[in-house]
């Protein structure tokens, strides 16, 4: 989850259930803003401790990344 700052809100899993719980309880944290590229880069550094196969990053978002706030999306997709 982010709103300002990236929030992890659950382990790497492959329990559907689980996960389907955690996003239906995700709410805005201070502080407000929108930060894509920073959630992204978060997501990228816990999938690369996987030794899965198949990774996913499921993203939520309004699409709006706030000006001034964090990375880029672009300078973001460097790490994926």
Known sequence: ?????V????????KKEMLYEKISHISSKPPAGTVIG????SSAL?????TKN??????ITDGKQTP???VSVNESLKYL
């Open 1 to 5: 989850a982010f709103s300002g700052k």
């Open 7 to 14: 929030y992890v809100i659950s382990p790497l899993t492959n």
């Open 38 to 41: 920073d959630a992204l880069i």
């Open 46 to 50: 816990l999938l690369s401790n996987s």
């Open 54 to 59: 198949k990774k996913s990053i499921v993203l």
């Open 68 to 70: 001034g706030l964090g």
